[in-house]
């Protein structure tokens, strides 16, 4: 089991990696948070049928109440709806703020369960159990929780940290192969960002890390241990962790504009192609560098491109949460493992994706 610890100036908690992590969940969960009596399971209809039955077995195990809110997968019905639905199913439990809510599940679960934490009783403990690729290297860790509505992707939500992250690698073995994808758009954003070392190990696998599951243990490790790093020094997005939403300015509006049906790794990764053009074009990232990143992308089955126009990017940005006043911070990386945060009014995005 590998182990990393999240120094956030809120709260202090470890993140633990590794096959059958699970089996730790009820001594974990009763040491941590020994007051609890009540834990709700968030999970959706995709995950809940494979593990459900194992956490609720460890929460039951440790002397936890157990109650379950099992909604339907998807981006879609991340909303405020199935929020007020695991509200209501805290009250009628009679949960008190000693209780716990578990997320078992990819980054919408995650999310979601951070958000009905956050918000129920003012505020209480949630312990994210990751069963995606994505949500192990990012959605879990750092305390973003939230919701979609018609506007944007994550408009509405709250800085909650949790307790604690199980990661359990073996959960990996059953995710659809285009889900796995999806989370590479996550893990090379980080290697293209922050990590020459990631970059190079994910050079050298050739595209195969998910057949050897000591590699992937230690390319997740990397990943949360990457952003725990970002966390600890800018928990509240202000500074450093905004360069975490590489690619992310533009993924979010092709995202939102397909209606939330394609899947937010592969945004990210087109989002991230567009503007590793658009910093080629200006002059600040060299062709060849460029391509590189591209060629990793393209090595994990991800796209690198997409037909979306400047002018439907910028009008989708500007309702973005990462707006600040009349600008937007555009995160651009000039060589591989270095990320800059570019401040840019609406015209000067324009006219940088437009050269």
């Known amino acids: 089991m590998r182990t990393v ?83 209501n199913k805290m009250a009628e439990a009679g949960f008190t703020r000693t209780d716990i809510v578990i997320g078992l599940g990819g980054g919408v679960t995650t999310d979601m369960a951070g958000f009905a934490a956050s918000t129920f009783l003012r505020g209480i403990s949630v312990i994210q159990i990751p069963t995606s690729l994505l949500a192990m290297v990012d959605a879990s860790v750092g305390g973003k929780t939230g919701i979609d509505i018609p506007m944007g ?34 893990v090379t954003k980080h290697a293209f960002i ?30 949360v241990s990457d952003k725990a790093s970002v966390v600890g020094e800018d928990e509240n997005d202000n500074g450093r962790r905004q360069t975490l939403n590489f690619g992310h300015t533009v993924g979010h509006v092709i995202e939102r504009d397909s209606g939330f049906t394609k899947p937010h790794g592969i945004c990210v990764a087109k989002g991230m192609g567009i503007i590793m053009d658009a910093c080629v074009r200006a002059g600040t990232l060299s062709a060849e560098d460029a391509e590189k990143m591209k060629d990793l992308l393209r090595l994990y089955k991800l796209p690198v491109s997409d037909e ?34 570019k401040k840019m009014t609406k015209e000067e995005f324009l006219e940088f994706l437009s050269v």
């Not at 690698?169 to 996550?186: A, C, H, K, N, Q």
């Open 308 to 341: 979306i126009t400047p002018e439907v990017i910028v009008e989708g940005a500007m309702n973005d949460k990462k707006k600040r006043g009349d600008t937007l911070s555009v995160i651009l990386v000039n060589k591989i493992g270095s990320a800059e945060i």
């Open 5 to 87: 610890h999240v120094s956030a100036a809120s709260k202090e908690y470890d993140v633990l990696i590794g096959i059958d992590a699970v089996r730790s969940l009820g001594a974990e969960a009763k040491k941590l948070c020994p007051k609890a009596l009540k834990a709700l399971v968030v999970s959706e209809t995709n995950v809940a049928p494979l593990y459900l039955d194992t956490v609720n077995d460890q929460l039951e195990g440790a002397g936890f109440e157990v109650t379950d809110y099992v909604f339907g997968a998807g981006e879609q019905n991340k909303n405020i709806t199935e929020i007020a639905g695991m509200w």
């Open 194 to 223: 922050m990590d020459l070392d990631l970059f190079d190990k994910l050079e050298k696998a050739n595209g195969s890390i998910r057949v050897d599951e000591e590699l992937l243990e230690e390319i997740v490790y990397m990943n």
């Open 153 to 186: 992707k994550n408009q509405v939500g709250a800085f909650w940290q949790p307790t604690l992250v199980l990661e359990d690698i073996s959960f990996l073995r059953t995710l659809p192969d285009d889900v796995f994808t999806e989370g590479m758009g996550e």
